[in-house]
C-alpha cells in the first residue's frame, strides 16, 4: 500500500467522523438550545387573565390564578366598605405607603386600596412568610381575632390579619399590606389581571 493511498483513506475517513461529529452535534445542540426558550405553561403562567364577575354577589370572594398565584375578587358591602374608614388607627400602612408603586399601583392608593371601591383586587399570599390567609368576613369576636373585628383576613400561620382592603393591621409579623396586581376594567363586568394599561 502506498503513502498516498494511505493518507487518501485517512483524509476520508478524518472527513467522514467530522461530518458525523458536526451532525450529531447539531442534533444535541437544538434540544440544548431549545431547552431556553419558555414552554407554553410558562408563557401562558404570565399572561393576563381575564375575571367575569357578572355572578359576584356583594360579600362574596371568588379566585383566579395570574402568574401561579391565587388573586381574590372580593365584591364589597357598603357595610364593608363603612367599616374601612374606621381602622386607621390599627393598621401598620393604612395609607400603603411603604412601597407605593411595588405593593400597590397609584390607582389603588386610596382608602379602599381599589379602582371602584365595591371590588377589591389583591393577591391572596400573606407578605410574611407566603401563606395564603383564610377569610374572615364575619364581623365580630371570634378565636385568634380582636373582639372589635370589622372582617377581613386572617392567616393562621403565624396570626397575620388583613382588613378588607388587604391592610395589615399593626404589630403582625406580615410587613406589609397584601399585594394589588396590575389591573383594568375592559366592562362593568369584566376585569382584565396582570395589565393595567390599554393597549
Not at 2 to 11: G, M
Request: proline share 10%.
Amino acid at each position: 500500500m502506498s503513502d498516498t493511498q494511505v493518507d487518501s483513506s485517512k483524509r476520508t475517513w478524518i472527513i467522514a467522523s467530522s461530518c458525523a461529529g458536526v451532525v450529531g452535534g447539531a442534533f444535541t445542540a437544538v434540544p440544548f438550545v431549545s431547552s431556553f426558550q419558555p414552554s407554553e405553561k410558562a408563557k401562558a403562567a404570565g399572561a393576563a387573565v381575564e375575571a367575569d364577575l357578572s355572578a359576584l354577589k356583594p360579600g362574596e370572594k371568588m379566585t383566579v390564578e395570574w402568574r401561579g398565584k391565587p388573586v381574590w375578587i372580593v365584591r364589597r358591602t357598603p357595610e364593608q366598605l363603612a367599616a374601612l374608614k374606621t381602622l386607621d388607627a390599627q393598621l401598620a400602612d393604612p395609607k400603603s405607603q411603604r412601597k407605593p408603586g411595588e405593593m400597590t399601583p397609584e390607582y389603588a392608593l386610596n382608602e379602599a386600596r381599589s379602582i371602584k371601591p365595591e371590588y377589591l383586587v389583591v393577591v391572596g399570599i400573606c407578605t410574611h412568610l407566603g401563606c395564603s390567609p383564610s377569610d374572615k368576613f364575619q364581623p365580630g369576636p371570634q378565636p385568634s381575632l380582636p373582639d372589635d373585628w370589622k372582617g377581613g383576613f386572617f392567616c393562621p400561620c403565624h396570626g397575620s390579619t388583613f382588613d378588607l382592603a388587604g391592610r395589615v393591621y399593626k404589630n403582625k409579623p406580615a410587613p406589609d399590606n397584601l399585594e394589588v396586581p396590575p389591573h383594568m376594567y375592559l366592562s362593568d363586568s369584566r376585569l382584565l389581571i396582570g395589565e393595567d394599561k390599554k393597549a
